[in-house]
C-alpha cells in the first residue's frame, strides 16, 4: 500500500513579517479616516471633552448643516465640471500623444516623451504668478476655463506617462497584420489601440481625476467668486479667524472624500492591475 504524504504548509518568518508591516500600514492610514468619521457625528462640547472617543449620541444634522451653511451643492457642481472635463481632454490628447510616441517611428518621439516627463518634475508654485498675471491680462481669472487649462496642462505629462506604458506592452504583430488589411494609423488606434488600453484609460483617468478633485491651490488663487469655487476651497470657510466649527469641517470633509474613497474601494484590483501592468511590460 502507498503511504500518501501530507507535506504540511509552513509559514515563513519573512512572510508574517510582511504581513505584520503591512497590517501596521492599513491602522495608519485608515485610522485618520475612521476619527475624522467619528468626530462629525459629534457635538463641538464633545470633541473638545472626549475627541478620541466614539460619540454618545450620532447627529447626522451636522451633515445636513455643513451642506447647507457652507454651499457644498454648488462647489460639488463645479469641481464635477472642472474635473470632468478636464479628465475628458487629457486622456484624448495625452492617449493620441501617448500612441504617436510609443508605437509610430518618427525621429523627435524620444525628445518629445522628454518634454512631456519633465513637466512632471516642474511644480505648480514655480509657474504660478506667471500663469496669473498672463490669465489676468487674457481675462481668464475667475473662470472655469482658466482653473481648467492649468488642470489640463499639469494632467498631461503623468497621463501620456501611464499610457505609453501600456501601449509599448501591446504586441507590434496586431498593428502591423491591420497594416497589412488596409487599416491606416487613425483606424489603429481606435479600432485596436483604444479597446486594448481599457485598464489604462481607467487608471490614469482616474489619478488625473482625483488629483484634480484635492487641488487647492490653483483653485483659490485663480476664482474669487464663491460661486465658481471648487470644493476644497469652499472647505477652507468652515475655519474662522476665532473659532471653527470642528464638526461641521469634519463632516464637509466626509462629503468630499466619499466619492474618491468610493471608487478606490470597488476598483482597488483594476487600480493596482493597471499599475502592474504599464509598468511591468512598458
Not at 6 to 26: E, G, M, S
Not at 73 to 91: D, E, P, R, Y
Not at 153 to 167: E, V
Not at 205 to 216: A, R, Y
Amino acid at each position: 500500500m502507498s503511504k500518501t504524504v501530507q507535506k504540511k504548509k509552513t509559514i515563513k518568518p519573512i512572510t508574517v513579517i510582511i504581513y505584520i508591516v503591512l497590517i501596521i500600514l492599513a491602522v495608519i492610514y485608515l485610522a485618520p479616516l475612521f476619527w475624522m468619521l467619528s468626530v462629525s457625528f459629534k457635538d463641538n462640547a464633545e470633541v473638545m471633552a472626549a475627541p478620541f472617543s466614539l460619540p454618545e449620541v450620532f447627529h447626522f444634522e451636522n451633515y445636513a448643516q455643513a451642506w447647507t451653511l457652507g454651499n457644498l451643492g454648488i462647489a460639488l457642481l463645479n469641481s464635477v465640471f472642472v474635473c470632468g472635463v478636464t479628465l475628458i481632454v487629457s486622456l484624448f490628447f495625452g492617449s493620441m500623444a501617448a500612441f504617436a510616441i510609443s508605437r509610430m517611428r518618427w525621429k523627435l518621439s524620444e525628445a518629445t516623451h522628454t518634454f512631456f516627463m519633465i513637466g512632471m518634475m516642474v511644480p505648480v508654485h514655480c509657474v504660478l504668478i506667471p500663469l496669473f498675471v498672463r490669465f489676468a491680462k487674457l481675462g481668464l481669472t475667475n473662470s472655469r476655463v482658466g482653473l481648467i487649462i492649468p488642470y489640463i496642462t499639469f494632467s498631461l505629462p503623468m497621463t501620456i506617462f501611464l499610457l505609453t506604458g501600456f501601449f509599448r506592452s501591446m504586441p507590434g504583430e496586431l498593428f502591423e497584420a491591420a497594416a497589412i488589411d488596409g487599416c491606416g494609423i487613425y483606424k489603429c488606434f481606435f479600432k485596436i489601440a483604444l479597446p486594448l488600453c481599457r485598464t489604462g484609460f481607467f487608471v490614469s483617468g482616474l489619478m488625473t481625476f482625483v488629483g484634480n478633485w484635492n487641488e487647492l491651490l490653483l483653485a483659490m488663487v485663480f476664482i474669487s467668486d464663491p460661486q465658481k469655487k471648487t470644493l476644497p476651497v469652499t472647505l477652507t470657510y468652515f475655519v474662522g479667524p476665532y473659532a471653527t466649527n470642528y464638526v461641521q469641517m469634519f463632516a464637509a470633509i466626509i462629503i468630499a472624500i466619499a466619492p474618491t474613497v468610493i471608487v478606490y474601494c470597488i476598483f482597488s484590483n483594476q487600480i493596482v492591475e493597471g499599475l502592474t501592468t504599464g509598468a511591468v511590460k512598458g
